[in-house]
């Protein structure tokens, strides 16, 4: 038997640098570092955790929709232990936004070829946590999202979704969609034989007519939200900060009080 | 006036907060309907017709407990069938934006998370976002098909608006996909007796400078005498200090209270995506550079130890 994993991984600016929109109030990506979105090196670490794990033969394939510069984060991933990479790349790709998005990750996983799909439990930068749901509803195939603990076996999918409410125990026949959580275990880093390694993996392009998609089915023009304005908050006037004499509490709580707080 | 669907959190018949505020909002840009499912569904509707509904749409079937997300989608859509709502709101809990999404998906539509606000424009409901660690505000909307929109707790005042409440049972047909993922388990949070850490008008959180999870009971100590939440910052939930619904930050929950309270935290970005919008915030922390500082109306250099408990203290004084 065999298992083909498909790990969905974005690139995004460095959340650490100074992020800002682009005239068209896209994400500017010229004055701030990418990288493979770290949320998403727990999916990859999963789905080479279930490969390891296996009696069957694992491929795993790190698949991303991203600009150029996109080809670090899958390295990245080929390095941390992956077998190959997707890059989907095209012009007409600019400014897409998650439903226009879904649906090129989608039609990229069936090409590719699937029966598990390993998200992450959100990006970094639009941090929605919706792509692996609509990924899924695409497919046609169970969402077993939000696992802090995922086993592969069987042909059954099976975890632990830790809810507000409650921690539910999930259960799905593969295919499925899956999506991890930073509560599943730390990533590896990769080794320096690893990296050396993924400088000889594939890497295929596509672009969307390979993948059939019309222009007019994504990008800024036709994307179904549309950003009127984008400001910078305006940094908070500063406090009143005190050094503690003894009395620091204390003045604390007179401020609360000043406040309405007590 | 145009109807807005409005998706009904509630536990066994209990309406959580964000709901209210949701549909403080939907009265903005339309007339409310609700939409409550699963059990307990019936009981919802008292609450929801004291806050504005007009209508509640009700379901109750073992599906919404039984299985992830798809029930709910389903029910969601022969609602908007049914109604040909001006908008759907949800509130952003990790299954509400799940479901919003696939719903738009199914209705051929745009989706916004997280909206901190919303208002009627000409081109239908304007949302605010608050993007990248609340340093941009953002106003979006849809441009395709039936907005839908998911908001934050915390994003509107509760209000009293009497309104008729007419209960209508809705007739739903489960699609092929709403088996496929079954809940073979399922383990309740313990109740802690605090405010629900999203819902809470105080948040007193706690960091790696707590040292020990024996140390949180000067955390908790704080939040009593305020009625308030607490949160822990991720280093402090990895050391195995206090559990990890309590994170506040990106990846763990976003808070918007009336007053925030960090104690022995540095600041991290990642720490402030999920804090940055609450109204007044406050800190202590030894370090006088710590970037939460930067943040803050008031804060303490000072050792928590210290500060804390004299606060604690001087608080129960005040209360009597
Ligand atoms: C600040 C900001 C706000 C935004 N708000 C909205 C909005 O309200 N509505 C809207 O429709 N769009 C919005 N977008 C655009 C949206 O972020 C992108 O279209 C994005 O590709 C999908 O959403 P996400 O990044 O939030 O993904 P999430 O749903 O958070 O991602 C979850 C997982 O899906 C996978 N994934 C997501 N994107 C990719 C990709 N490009 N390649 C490979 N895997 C991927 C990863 O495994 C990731 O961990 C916003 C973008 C930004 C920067
Ligand atoms: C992808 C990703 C997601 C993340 N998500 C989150 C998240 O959701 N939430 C989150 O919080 N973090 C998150 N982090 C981690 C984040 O980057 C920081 O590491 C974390 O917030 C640090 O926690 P801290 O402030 O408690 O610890 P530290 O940064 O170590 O700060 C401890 C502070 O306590 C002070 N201190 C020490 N002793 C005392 C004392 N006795 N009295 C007073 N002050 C004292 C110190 O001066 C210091 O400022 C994430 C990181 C990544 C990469």
């Known amino acids: 038997m065999s298992l083909r994993i498909v790990v969905t991984v974005k690139y995004v600016p460095d959340a650490t640098g100074d992020r800002h929109f682009a005239d068209d109030l896209t994400v500017d990506r010229d004055d701030v570092d990418g990288l493979l979105s770290e949320l998403d090196e727990y999916a990859v670490e999963q789905a080479l955790q279930i490969a390891e794990n296996s009696d069957d033969d694992v491929e795993v394939t790190v698949l991303t929709v991203g600009p150029e510069d996109a080809k670090d984060a899958l390295r990245k991933a080929l390095s941390m232990g992956a077998d190959k990479a997707i890059h989907v790349e095209d012009d007409d790709l600019h400014g897409t936004d998650a439903i226009g998005t879904s649906l090129v990750l989608a039609k990229a996983v069936e090409k590719a070829g699937y029966d598990l799909v390993v998200s992450g439990m959100a990006s970094t930068d639009g941090t929605m946590g919706v792509v692996p749901a609509l990924l899924a509803e695409r497919l ?123 | 006036m145009a109807e807005v669907l409005v998706y009904v959190d509630h536990v066994d018949g209990a309406v959580r907060k964000p709901t209210l505020e949701l549909l403080t909002l939907a009265r903005r840009v339309g007339e409310p309907v609700a939409v409550a499912l699963g059990n307990g569904a019936g009981d919802t509707v008292a609450t929801l017709a004291e806050h504005g509904a007009i209508k509640v749409l009700t379901h109750e079937a073992a599906e919404y407990a039984d299985y992830l997300v798809v029930p709910k989608v389903d029910a969601l859509q022969a609602a908007h069938q049914a109604v040909s709502p001006a908008a759907v709101l949800v509130s952003s809990s990790a299954e509400g934006k799940e479901i919003a999404a696939r719903l738009a998906l199914r209705l051929g539509s745009g989706i916004i998370t997280d909206a901190v606000d919303l208002e009627a424009g000409d081109e239908g409901p304007v949302a605010t976002q608050s993007v990248f660690a609340a340093s941009y505000t953002t106003k979006s909307r849809v441009s395709k098909g039936t907005p839908v929109i998911t908001v934050k707790p915390n994003s509107a005042a509760v209000e009293a608006a009497p309104a008729a409440g007419a209960v209508e049972s809705l007739s739903v047909t489960f699609s092929e996909q709403a088996t496929g993922t079954k809940v073979t388990g399922r383990t309740p949070r313990e109740s802690t007796g605090r405010p629900e850490l999203t819902e809470a008008a105080i948040v007193v959180s706690g960091g790696r400078g707590v040292n020990g999870a024996e140390n949180f009971s000067i955390i908790e100590a704080l939040a009593d005498s305020l009625g308030a939440a607490v949160g822990a910052s991720r280093a402090a939930v990895d050391a195995g200090w206090y559990p990890h619904t309590n994170q506040v930050g990106q990846t763990g929950k976003s808070v918007s209270p009336q007053l925030y309270i960090a104690n022995g935290i540095s600041g991290a970005i990642q720490h402030r995506a999920g804090m940055q919008t609450s109204k007044t915030i406050v800190a202590v922390n030894k370090d006088a550079e710590a970037p939460i500082f930067e943040l803050v109306d008031f804060g303490v250099v000072g050792d928590l130890f210290d500060v804390v408990p004299q606060l604690t203290e001087e608080i129960k004084t005040r209360k009597g």
């Open chain 1, 140 to 262: 046609g195939v169970p969402q077993v999202t939000l696992l802090s603990e995922v086993n592969v076996e069987d042909g059954k999918v099976t975890g632990r979704r830790d809810g507000d409410a409650a921690s539910e125990q999930l259960e799905a026949s593969l295919p499925a969609v899956v999506s991890v959580t930073d509560q599943s275990g730390e990533a590896r880093y990769p080794s320096f034989k690893g990296i050396m390694a993924a400088k000889k993996k594939p890497v295929e392009s596509w672009d969307l007519s390979d993948l059939d998609i019309d222009e007019d089915e994504v990008g800024l023009e036709n994307a179904y939200t549309t950003v009127e304005s984008a400001s910078e908050r305006p940094a908070r006037t500063a406090g009143t900060i005190v050094k503690d004499e003894g009395e620091g509490g204390k003045q604390l709580a007179e401020f609360l009080a000043s406040q309405k707080f007590i």
